[in-house]
């Protein structure tokens, strides 16, 4: 039996992780709270999903942080990080799902690391960007640009070497899904090519939305006792959409990432989802947040 299909009791385990420290301003670590009085824990108990709630993780608000090693804030990052971790293998180890609010990217790093200490997770990064900057090549020095590159084993020692195995995951255990090719530049490029990632950027994805979905997963589920996804708001397209904290305007539309969403979380290898970059402070007419949540719920007790 897969973690959260427990017969009868709750199957999800919601943990808010209110951190925008791994970002380039504020706003990201109000994401949780919002998602919740957007009706996020009603809609999934409506939907006939158990819920365990495991509350928000102490928030970790963004400050200005002088860059060292490359990178900025690290030692917040790495310390919300391990929280996540902790959290997320006490929620894994009850026999729940993980269902995650972030926060900003970096959060994933916590997760993937408290899904590896019971499973060998593969990672479907459903995002408007591959992260794969590194601390040398970066212009900002921001952390949320490099979490794959630190999943894979690269960037700052203490993020890559994070976690219960390094990497954190094989570079076969990875699927970038959604981004925009635009997004990379040519050292981003090299990288993804250079570990041979699988990629299906948003064109492809827009071709077959749900076709490409369960390509991308049978791969995955190949290589992988489980299947986490991370799934970046910025995937979605800025103009139709612009709840993201940093703007993407080749991005999907929602009803296309719900198709995806929905293949992702209906496999019987789902472990969890994280989701990420939804900054509240852009939806000041409150449409934006319960389309949103309607559609997470949807895709994980739909
Ligand atoms: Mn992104």
Redesign the pocket.
């Given at each position: 039996m897969t973690a959260g299909t427990t017969a009868g009791g709750p199957t999800i385990g919601l943990l808010g992780v209110p951190t925008s420290a791994g970002s380039h301003n504020a706003g990201q670590e109000k994401a949780p709270a919002a998602l919740r009085s957007a009706g996020l824990v009603e809609q999934l108990a409506e939907r006939g999903a158990g819920v365990r709630d495991f509350g928000d993780l102490p928030v970790a608000r963004h400050r200005p942080a002088e860059r060292a090693d490359g990178v900025r804030d690290l030692g917040r990052v790495r310390m919300v990080a391990g929280q996540v971790a902790d959290r997320v293998g006490e929620i894994r180890a009850a026999g729940l799902l993980p269902l995650v609010l972030g926060g900003d990217?970096t959060i994933t790093l916590g997760v993937v690391a408290g899904l590896a200490r019971h499973d060998d997770v593969g990672l479907m990064y459903f995002?408007?960007?591959a992260?794969l900057s590194t601390p040398q090549t970066s212009g900002s020095g921001v952390l949320?640009t490099m979490g794959m590159t630190h999943m894979l084993g690269g960037g700052v020692a203490a993020l890559s070497g994070f976690g219960p195995r390094q990497p954190l995951v094989r570079a076969d255990q990875v699927e970038l899904f959604g981004?925009d090719p635009d997004e990379l530049d040519t050292g981003e490029w090299t990288r993804l090519t250079g570990r041979n990632l699988h990629a299906t950027p948003a064109p492809a994805v827009r071709q077959d939305p749900a076709g490409r979905a369960a390509d991308a997963l049978s791969r995955l589920a190949a290589r992988s006792d489980s299947v986490l996804v991370h799934f970046?708001v910025?995937?979605l397209d800025t103009g139709a959409f612009p709840l993201?904290n940093?703007p993407?305007f080749a991005g999907l539309t929602l009803d296309e990432a719900a198709s995806c969403l929905g293949v992702f979380c209906r496999s019987a290898k789902f472990a969890g989802l994280v989701v990420?970059?939804v900054n509240p402070d852009h939806d000041p007419d409150g449409v934006l947040l319960p389309a949103l949540v309607g559609m997470l719920c949807a895709a994980v007790a739909g």
């Open positions: 990217c995002d408007g960007d992260d949320d981004f970046d910025d995937v993201a940093f993407h990420t970059e």
